[in-house]
């Protein structure tokens, strides 16, 4: 039984868990130790604050159910209502395409961040709040001008997001959560939704990043999300354009993110960035132009048995990763 239990994903996730809770409220612990008493008041706040996530954001979910609707209606005025992921997803039938609408109902309400706390066992929900406690250097209060504000939060968070990205595809621990999102053997809109629990929390630690350093209010950063949200909602459609100059010089565009969800792999080692082009044409990973035959993943084990199979999957290949700490080439 015992040994059984040391072979499970499980085992090794909750004893990582452990460890991160036991580090980020040592010094907690350590008054729980000498005052009993506490230890009630602490687990009702803890889980008092797990439950908040769950709370519906109805802006938020109203915010999300508008730029799909968007992204559906210039999506449709691009390749017409035949291709459109509308059509398809009315039709139903799809697995992959099922996969991507059951990630975006957790998304819209809220559910999505919920589980992912709770489905890696406040791994990465723990360790947030440790590197939140670095402290803030706070450099925003340098730049006198809001609008100056949100450009370099925005720069910052752009350049962060393209090593996430391009890391995820190093790191087989990594990769072996990040490659569920790739799994989509159809680009749908709704596709940008499909990202696993772990990946999710993964990220999370390193969004923080640039709120550590700049420390600028959250109230500058809507602009800037709802712009890249749209963005990315259109770069996981089917539209296929280039964007002309605009995909080549500044934007990513369609195209270039289909070519990095292409299943050879020396397609998706490639337009890692998720907004500007300058990151991968800066560090040499940038495809404008490439014929994209299939979608997904060379060797796919998903969209088979069900959402759940699915689910599990990531488990096992990011603690097999881990114990084999091997890391995938193509970087």
């Known amino acids: 039984m015992i040994n059984r239990l040391k072979n499970s994903p499980l085992f090794y996730l909750v004893l990582l868990a452990l460890v991160v809770f036991v580090v980020h409220f040592w010094s907690t612990i350590l008054e729980m130790i000498d005052a009993p008493e506490k230890i009630q008041s602490f687990i009702v706040l803890r889980l008092k604050n797990v439950s908040t996530i769950l709370d519906l954001n109805w802006k938020h979910f109203f915010t999300d159910i508008s730029l799909v609707s968007v992204a559906l209606v210039i999506e449709i005025i ?3 209502w035949e291709y459109s992921s509308l059509k398809k997803l009315l039709k139903r ?3 992959s395409l099922q996969t991507d609408v059951f990630f975006f109902v957790l998304a819209v309400t809220n559910s999505f961040k919920f589980l992912s706390v709770v489905l890696t066992f406040g791994i990465f929900y723990f360790a947030f709040g440790i590197v939140s406690d670095f402290g803030h250097l706070n450099l925003a209060a340098l730049i006198p001008f809001p609008w100056l504000q949100i450009l370099v939060l925005s720069v910052i968070s752009e350049f962060t997001a393209y090593w996430a990205h391009r ?3 190093k790191f087989s621990w990594w990769w072996a959560a990040h490659r569920f999102h790739h799994s989509a053997e159809e680009m749908g809109t709704l596709t940008y939704y499909r990202v696993h629990f772990l990946e999710s ?15 600028a209010p959250l109230q500058y950063f809507v602009i800037y999300y709802i712009i890249t949200e749209l963005h990315n909602l259109l770069i996981h459609s089917e539209i296929k354009s280039d964007w002309g100059w605009v995909g080549k010089y500044l934007i990513i565009s369609p195209l270039a993110h289909r070519i990095h969800h292409s299943n050879r792999s020396e397609h998706y080692h490639s337009n890692y960035s998720n907004f500007l082009t300058v990151w991968d044409r800066l560090f040499g990973t940038f495809i404008e132009k490439a014929e994209v035959k299939e979608l997904g993943l ?3 084990p998903y969209n088979q048995k069900g959402i759940f199979n699915d689910l599990w999957i ?3 290949d990011f603690v097999n990763a881990i114990s084999t700490t091997k890391s995938n080439s193509g970087v």
Request: aromatic letters at 16%; hydrophobic letters at 40%; proline letters at 7%.
């Open 314 to 316: 990531p488990y096992k």
């Open 93 to 95: 039938g799809n697995k």
């Open 167 to 169: 890391l995820s595809h």
């Open 201 to 215: 929390q993964i990220n999370q630690l390193f969004r923080v990043i640039p709120f550590v350093i700049f420390g």
């Open 298 to 300: 060379s060797e796919n």
């Open 78 to 80: 691009f390749v017409g």
